[in-house]
T-cell receptor
Framework: KQEVTQIPAALSVPEGENLVLNCSFT??????LQWFRQDPGKGLTSLLL?????REQTSGRLNASLDKSSGRSTLYIAASQPGDSATYLC??????????FGTGTSLTVIP | GAVVSQHPSRVICKSGTSVKIECRSL??????MFWYRQFPKQSLMLMAT?????????EQGVEKDKFLINHASLTLSTLTVTSAHPEDSSFYIC?????????????FGSGTRLTVV
C-alpha cells in the first residue's frame, strides 16, 4: 500500500523567506502528484499537478519538483507572505487509481 | 478547471438524527465522485467512491449503512450520515476528477463541518 509522508509537520518562517516542503511516497508506480493548500476549516485548493513523466511545474512563486524513481517531491515557495499560511498537502494518484494523501505541513509565515 | 460545490458548509445536528451533504459538479459531468473524511489535524481519508447510477464502493472499515451515498445524476452525489452520533463529528469533503484519463488532477469541494451534539 502507498504511504505518503510530509516533512516537516509544521514550519514557521519570517515573511520574505524562501522555503521548501517535502513529500515522499513509497511506491513509484504513480500517474501524477498533486499539491494542495487547505485553509483552516476549508476545502482543498489545487496548487500544482505534476504528471509522472514531468520533472517540475511552476505557478507564480510556487515550484514543485518530482523525482519519481526516488519517491520524492518538493514544493518550493519563494518570497513567502503571511497569506501563504495554511496547511499544504501532497497527494499521489497511483496506477491502481487510488488517491493517497500525505500527512500535511502546517505553514505559518510571520509578518 | 472543474468547479465543485458542496453544501452545507457547516451543520449542527442532534444525536440520532440524519444529515445529508450534497456535492455538485457545476461544469462537468462526473461519473465518479469521491467522499473523504478529515479529523482535526489529520490528513484526508477516503471513505467511498460514488458511481453514477450504481452502488458506491466503500473503503474498508466504513459502514455503508451508516454513510449512505447516492449518485443519481452526473452532477450530484449525496452523502447521508444516518443516526448520527458525536463520534461522527468531522469534516467531510467531496472531490471529482475532471477528466476521463488518469492524468487529470482532482478538484475538491469546500467541505462540510458536521458537529453532532
Amino acid at each position: 500500500k502507498q504511504e505518503v509522508t510530509q516533512i516537516p509537520a509544521a514550519l514557521s518562517v519570517p515573511e520574505g523567506e524562501n522555503l521548501v516542503l517535502n513529500c515522499s511516497f513509497t511506491d513509484s508506480a504513480i500517474y501524477n502528484l498533486q499539491w494542495f493548500r487547505q485553509d483552516p476549516g476549508k476545502g482543498l485548493t489545487s496548487l500544482l499537478l505534476i504528471q509522472s513523466s514531468q520533472r517540475e511545474q511552476t505557478s507564480g512563486r510556487l515550484n514543485a519538483s518530482l523525482d519519481k524513481s526516488s519517491g520524492r517531491s518538493t514544493l518550493y515557495i519563494a518570497a513567502s507572505q503571511p497569506g501563504d499560511s495554511a496547511t499544504y498537502l501532497c497527494a499521489v494518484r497511483s496506477t491502481g487509481n487510488q488517491f493517497y494523501f500525505g500527512t500535511g505541513t502546517s505553514l505559518t509565515v510571520i509578518p | 478547471g472543474a468547479v465543485v460545490s458542496q453544501h452545507p458548509s457547516r451543520v449542527i445536528c442532534k444525536s440520532g438524527t440524519s444529515v445529508k451533504i450534497e456535492c455538485r459538479s457545476l461544469d462537468f459531468q462526473a461519473t465518479t465522485m469521491f467522499w473523504y473524511r478529515q479529523f482535526p489535524k489529520q490528513s484526508l481519508m477516503l471513505m467511498a467512491t460514488s458511481n453514477e447510477g450504481s452502488k458506491a464502493t466503500y473503503e474498508q472499515g466504513v459502514e455503508k449503512d451508516k454513510f449512505l451515498i447516492n449518485h443519481a445524476s452526473l452532477t450530484l452525489s449525496t452523502l447521508t450520515v444516518t443516526s448520527a452520533h458525536p463520534e461522527d463529528s468531522s469534516f467531510y469533503i467531496c472531490s471529482v476528477a475532471p477528466g476521463q484519463g488518469v492524468h487529470y488532477g482532482y478538484t475538491f469541494g469546500s467541505g462540510t463541518r458536521l458537529t453532532v451534539v
